[in-house]
């Protein structure tokens, strides 16, 4: 380990980093603009100058820009010599000439970095006599909002957005100092990434729009660790809430990105970004509500629909315990069906609250296989789930049937990483340091392989070496020959055409020769031979390497991989229940028990009506009102994500934690706790009723949760129990410099009110506690002295880039290794032309903004959800005679749903691409793949001039 | 013995000698031997010979081409570049060569592309350079037809194409890796060395850019040799190469010289002297980006070594004098504009800097300047010093500036003193007369 001097003190580094990383990391204040940890060197803004020293005799030294140095042995050098903070000083200055003194109606101000440096730097008189560069701002749609004038020419918002996530539509423009970041023309950023432009950038030129629509300073959030419920690659967010005095109740503001070595590093999706927003949406769910039992004298609901008014809590609780007691009694029966985006906990108390054998997962047949089948896999030794910095060093990355920009997104920012690996591998021969970023990026070497297999692939185009458009049933006919190519076995080769055989062998060629190779696959194309095939090119290339292959699969949901745990094999799904309710004689009166799960989205209508009539009594907890809410006798409202305490099982099988970062709104609380309630109220009680009855700290219920199912059993282990102090404190939420707690209600009563008690765990709803994040990896306000803005994350890493000194969050669950049995190969390709049912395949695709179900319903991201449209590619709509744009009638089995027709050129002949979950088309989720047909309504009113011209 | 080697094809008419004339005249003979001689004893010879870089910076040409990879590893794709963005103020040498005898700059990338073995080569042409450009274009036809560039040239495997590409007008293409980023289509932001373009330079490929008189002398000193090229240098340096002047003398204009010939001797008997009534009050010896001299500096030899030594730099070659009649500081203005307008505004200091120095200069040549703009302004230049920015357009921008602060101090403080500018006749912040 190299050994330098800084300012007289010798330290110990690490070799391969330059200056300026190591002295962050030692902890030493450096200024800086354009260097960023994720993003490395560029030398643009030359704010980290210091001086180096040829050796000790020499007294003047030489001024370096210390994140363009590499550090070497024996290296003398000094921060704080007066040569260096004066020229450090005439950065800022510079800088200071055009920068506007706006900083108390800018929403940077109190997080700015730039406001830090220029503390830090000691400039404060100004000589700059002249006036300041204006610019006009661009409209770059509802999520960011830009401010020009602020700009101090860093280039980082470029770097990220253009190199580093690849967007073509956000440019620097212009020069001198008149360079312009924006756009081409005004217009939405196209790129799913661009929230991170708000904390990339170190002053207020791009601040998040839905932010300030409640706007507060940094100092005047609550935070706690969070884990982003949009997706299922468990992103850690530091969501921030605050009440207003005029509404009572606090209010979640924003997300912001909390560091996570092994997930989401530096960076979030703009999905998990602004996606937070349902929670304070119209369709939230904040009372009590019952079925008016009143006659409605017109409605416009559908049948089976019911009209609902607010009730008192306790009466909807006794009803609730009524209902148990009566199970108890034997002569009523509770069903529950559980959610993959509820927590472990509320899952787990209500399969306790109705029983084992009448808990269902809440998810239907065929995502069950997926799920169950992702499961086996992962507990194959051979299989190895990879992190994201794992994936951004893969030298091939093999993607089958999974559209992963679009369902789990901030894994093809780490796939986009990956492509530049021979390029890094060419500037190490070159003995090119990779933080040298610009020299790295300007060495022209092939992008390593990128491949995909499947029906769709958005925004990583640029990155792909080879792209195979095709239906999943041939993705997994693919796969299977690739993994059979690897291991030389011959079967199946000749179920392939000679060109898709060849690709197969190709492919296969290359994974040999891959050092770290990632294959990643998913529930996304609801194929079960494609994961299966992805499993078996991953086990073959393991046999073949001696070492276990990084497979990623994708599972859809926030908690899907974690409710799967709840059952062994492949039970517990919908269908099984609606069989049941078939067969069922009638014997009983039942109540069906809901937990926050909208099942139009998982279950056929037909399926949906046997399942509502077969029941009684219908129950729902829920954070929105959907379509299952009107259908519901009682609703009892529940808490978000960042409303409460729990555990999700991401993608790889990591168990994460998240904390109550607000009190929710209204008679609000977990789904666990409203069970809990009904239980104390319940006089006949098992022994199993009686421990829900005295839960009263979500540690209580993980803890059970983990003595009852074997391989959750390390989330006990996840943080500490709310008794827990750190020198007899609590972790504050509220940064030392909260304001207003005595003000706040002051036009009501001037006293203060107590702070609401944390029952779940040691955090407190003030600013009272601990506030250094080094010493717990409960705090999520990220604020070192000197350091407002996020950028301070490098005082608590290990080292710049490293872990989180307070502990990473989240432990693997620990599911029995056990070996994946081969499964029969893949069925043939059906023929649309000679299926059974003809018309053409339905196969679900994603989209960002409008696959998921809670975002769906943020205001601002559902204004950029697409309307209602199908793909299909150009043969297939000539036949169908339809036109790009057309207006038309998709006829499935389940019914007619409309939209327009769009002609994509890379969707696989014989298909429609319809995308999950998108409004509109909810219904069409739980039967997709199948099939229907596409039949033109009205021609594109466009199209048609044009032919008339 | 031939002492014009760079000038012997241009005569008084503006015309491009065509490549029977400059056939005619020993054309191509270079090319001829060059081809017949290994491209490892090229790049030795022409690095014995002392060529040293006519764009400015003067670094040894041979030993820049020794840097290329070669042998059987290295990439087998490689350009040569020729730089042919002269946008250093005052300069006017490069337009002259290519105008009048293109071909001389064809058979000097020609030899330079067989020499580090590339098969392509561009000349990146300022993009007002519309005669040159057509010019070039013309000639490179003309030397394809006569199988001098193409492919399989003397029958043998070698192949070169030369591109013109116009260039959209940046001062900052001159400088070599902005120029490749402009090539490649990118913004004309310098690149992060290592690695040098000789390594991975256009399309990460090695690359080789050389400004156009460097490739110029090329041709002359492969077919006349080392010692005939060493020997028409006056002083330390060797070969000739093309001074000019520019400013208030009576004849200004461009000639080929002999390097070391006296600032005194280009000065008064090829530019003809100052015109009637002027004095001479200060040059800048090698473009707008070198600090100016002194009249005390006059007899010193134009070698870059010398001039370096003397506090300014050789640059261009091309002379900018100053007269008792031209106001400094709004010649010094003049300049600052230019250079604040041209950084590429990738570095702070640059970006910033350079508008700011342009406001304190402004305010000064207005006669609105105070005494601490004086100190300002000085300490503006030590901010852009070398090393402080990311490229040597700042630096080279700070050169006049502080050699004026210190040669015509008198004249910034009278500024200061009077609120007036003394020559104001010619100021140059004086604003233009609308016309209707």
């Keep these: 380990m190299p050994t330098i001097t800084i300012d007289g003190s010798k330290y110990q580094i690490d070799g391969d980093q330059n200056l300026l990383t190591a002295c962050l990391s030692l902890g030493l204040n450096v200024p800086y603009f354009c260097w960023h940890p994720a993003m490395g060197s560029v030398g643009a803004c030359r704010q980290c100058a210091v001086i180096e020293y040829k050796d000790s005799g020499d007294q003047h030294g030489r001024l370096i820009m210390s994140c363009m140095t590499p550090v070497k042995n024996g290296g003398i050098y000094s921060v704080n010599s007066e040569t260096a903070k004066d020229f450090r000083g005439s950065v800022i200055e510079d800088l200071m000439t055009n920068h506007p003194h706006d900083c108390p109606v800018c929403e940077e101000g109190g997080e700015c970095h730039l406001q830090d440096m220029t503390e830090m730097s000691g400039h404060t008189m100004r000589r700059y006599q002249g006036t300041k560069r204006t610019y006009r701002n661009q409209y770059l749609g509802p999520f960011i909002n830009h401010e020009m004038n602020r700009c101090i020419t860093c280039y980082r918002c470029i770097r990220f957005y253009h190199d580093y996530a690849g967007g073509e539509d956000l440019q620097a423009l212009g020069r001198n100092h008149q360079v312009f970041f924006g756009r081409n023309q005004e217009g939405m950023l196209e790129n799913g990434f661009s929230g991170n432009l708000v904390e990339v950038c170190p002053t207020g030129v791009f601040t998040d729009k839905t932010f300030s629509q409640h706007f507060v300073r940094k100092w005047d959030l609550q935070t706690a660790p969070s884990v982003c419920e949009h997706c299922a690659v468990g992103c850690n967010t530091a969501p921030g809430a605050r009440e207003s005095g005029s509404q009572q109740n606090p209010l979640l503001r924003r997300v912001v990105n909390f560091y996570h070595h092994d997930i989401n590093g530096y960076f979030l999706c703009d999905r998990g970004r602004f996606g937070y927003e349902y929670v304070n949406s119209k369709s939230r769910i904040d009372k009590v509500l019952s079925a008016r039992e009143d006659a409605v004298i017109s409605s416009t609901a559908d049948e089976d629909e019911r009209l609902h008014k607010d009730i008192p809590p306790k009466e909807a609780v006794l009803a609730l315990a009524d209902k148990l007691a009566q199970a108890q009694r034997g002569n009523h029966r509770l069903i529950g069906i559980g959610s993959p985006r509820a927590s472990l906990e509320n899952n787990f108390a209500l399969q306790q609250f109705v029983g084992c054998e009448n808990f269902f997962s809440g998810i239907n047949k065929r995502d069950t296989q997926l799920l169950q089948l992702i499961n086996t896999i992962q507990c194959d030794k051979r299989i190895h789930s990879p992190t994201t910095p794992e994936i951004e060093d893969a030298d091939l990355v093999l993607i089958l049937g999974e559209d992963i920009y679009n369902t789990a997104p901030r894994i093809s920012l780490a796939v986009r990483q990956a492509a530049r690996n021979r390029q890094k591998q060419q500037a190490e021969s070159l003995r090119i340091p990779l933080w040298q970023d610009a020299s790295v990026r300007q060495l022209e070497g092939e992008s390593s392989p990128i491949i995909f297999i499947g029906a769709e692939l958005n925004q990583l185009s640029d990155v792909t070496s080879k792209t195979l458009f095709v239906r999943p049933e041939k993705t997994a006919l693919i796969g299977e020959a690739i993994a059979n190519y690897v291991s030389s076995a011959e079967d199946n080769k000749n179920r392939l055409d000679p060109d898709s055989s060849q690709q197969a062998e190709h492919i296969a060629q290359l994974l040999a020769t891959a050092k770290n190779p990632v294959i990643i696959s998913g529930t996304g194309s609801k194929d079960i031979h494609l994961i299966h095939s992805a499993a078996e090119i991953a086990i073959s290339l393991s046999e073949k390497k001696e070492t276990a292959i990084s497979l990623y699969l994708c599972c859809g949901e926030a908690n899907s991989l974690g409710v799967t745990q709840f059952f062994s094999g492949e039970c517990g799904y919908l269908e099984k229940l609606i069989t049941e309710l078939r067969e069922d004689k009638g014997e009983n009166d039942k109540t069906l028990i809901i937990l926050e799960n909208n099942l139009f989205r998982r279950l056929s209508s037909e399926d949906l009506h046997v399942l509502f009539a077969s029941v009684e009594h219908i129950i729902l907890l829920d954070t929105l009102l959907n379509e299952t809410a009107k259908h519901a006798d009682l609703i009892f409202p529940v808490s978000a994500t960042a409303e409460s305490q729990g555990t999700f099982v991401n993608n790889t099988g990591l168990a994460q934690r998240f904390y109550t970062v607000y009190e929710g709104t209204g008679f609000i609380q977990e789904s666990w706790r409203w069970l809990s309630d009904a239980a104390v109220y319940c006089k006949e009680r098992t022994e199993t009723i009686e421990a829900i009855s005295n839960w009263s700290h979500c540690p209580d219920v993980t803890e059970a949760l983990a003595e009852s199912v074997p391989s959750l059993s390390v989330i006990k282990q996840l943080g500490p129990d709310e008794n827990f102090r750190i020198e007899g404190l609590k972790v504050a939420r509220q940064s030392a410099r909260y304001s207003g707690r005595t003000a706040i209600h002051a036009e009501e009563h001037v006293s203060e009110a107590p702070p609401p008690q944390d029952p779940d765990a040691p955090m407190s709803f003030s600013m009272e506690g601990i506030h250094n994040p080094n010493r717990t990896s409960l705090q999520a306000n990220i604020w070192s002295p000197g350091w407002n803005s996020n950028q301070s994350i490098f005082k608590f890493q290990q080292e710049v880039g490293g872990e989180r000194r307070g502990g990473a969050s989240g432990m693997t669950i620990q599911r029995k290794e056990t070996p994946l049995s081969r499964r029969p190969s893949a069925p043939n390709i059906t023929d649309p032309a000679k299926s059974a049912s003809p018309g053409l395949q339905t196969l679900p695709i994603y989209r960002m903004f409008g696959s998921e179900e809670l975002s769906n319903q943020s205001m601002t991201l559902s204004t950029v959800i697409d309307n209602p449209f199908f793909t299909l590619n150009e043969v297939d709509a000539k036949r169908a005679d339809l036109d790009h744009g057309d207006f038309v009638a998709l006829d499935a089995t389940c019914g007619i749903f409309h939209g327009r027709a769009f002609i994509s050129g890379t969707q696989p002949a014989g298909s429609i691409g319809v995308p999950f979950g998108l409004p509109g088309l909810e219904g069409l989720a739980a039967e997709l793949p199948g099939w229907a047909n596409l039949l033109q309504v009205e021609k594109n009113a466009t199209t048609e001039q044009e032919s008339q011209s | ?436």
């Excluded at chain 2, 337009?95 to 000097?108: A, Q, S």
């Excluded at chain 2, 490739?215 to 090229?229: A, F, K, M, T």
């Excluded at chain 2, 002297?273 to 005390?296: A, E, I, R, V």
């Design chain 2, 1 to 436: 013995m031939l002492t014009n080697p760079l000038t012997k094809n241009i005569g008084q008419d503006n015309v491009a000698a065509d490549i029977n004339r400059y056939m005619d005249n020993d054309g191509y003979r270079g090319w001829r031997k060059a081809h017949s001689m290994a491209p490892d004893d090229i790049i030795e010879l022409v690095k014995d010979g002392g060529l040293r870089g006519r764009g400015g910076a003067g670094f040894n040409t041979g030993l820049k081409w020794s840097f290329v990879p070669r042998g059987e590893d290295s990439p087998k794709q490689k350009y040569v570049i020729c730089n042919a963005d002269e946008m250093e103020p005052g300069a006017f040498k490069d337009r002259l060569l290519m105008e009048r005898d293109p071909h001389l700059l064809i058979e000097g990338m020609a030899i330079t592309a067989y020499a580090i073995g590339a098969s392509q080569a561009y000349i990146f042409i300022r993009g007002e350079y519309h005669l040159a450009a057509s010019r070039l274009e013309q000639a490179i036809v003309e030397a394809k037809q006569q199988k001098m560039l193409g492919t399989n040239i003397f029958d043998s495997s070698f192949s070169l194409d030369i591109y013109v590409h116009r260039s959209a007008g940046n001062y900052i293409c001159g400088e070599e890796t902005a120029l490749l980023n402009a090539l490649e289509g990118k913004r004309a932001i310098p690149r992060a060395k290592p690695p040098f373009p000789q390594v991975s330079g256009l399309w990460g490929k090695p690359t080789v850019v050389n400004n156009v008189e460097t490739l110029c002398n090329i041709p002359h000193l492969v077919n006349l040799g080392v010692e005939w090229y060493k020997n028409l240098g006056l002083g330390e340096d060797a070969g000739s190469k093309i001074f000019g002047v520019s400013g208030k003398v009576k004849n200004p204009g461009a000639w080929e010289l002999p390097m070391g010939t006296p600032i005194r001797e280009i000065i008064e008997k090829h530019a003809g002297g100052m015109k009637d009534g002027l004095q001479l009050k200060g040059l800048l010896p090698g473009g707008g980006s070198t600090d100016f001299l002194s009249t005390d500096h006059l007899d010193l030899p134009m070698d870059y070594d010398v001039i370096g030594k003397a506090g300014s730099r050789m640059g261009t070659g091309t002379i900018t004098v100053l007269d008792d009649k031209t106001c400094p500081v709004g010649l010094v203005l003049n300049l600052t504009q230019f250079f604040a307008r041209e950084s590429c505004g990738w570095c702070t200091p640059c970006r910033d800097g350079l508008p700011w120095a342009v406001k304190i200069l402004e305010r000064i040549e207005s006669g609105n300047g105070s005494t601490e703009d004086l100190e300002l302004l000085k300490e503006q230049c030590e901010r852009i010093a070398p090393g402080h920015t990311f490229c040597a357009l700042a630096p080279g921008a700070a050169e006049p500036i502080q050699s004026a602060l210190v040669l015509f101090e008198q004249d910034f403080i009278n500024h200061v003193t009077m609120g007036a500018c003394p020559y104001h006749s010619i100021s140059t912040t004086t604003p233009l007369t609308k016309h209707p």
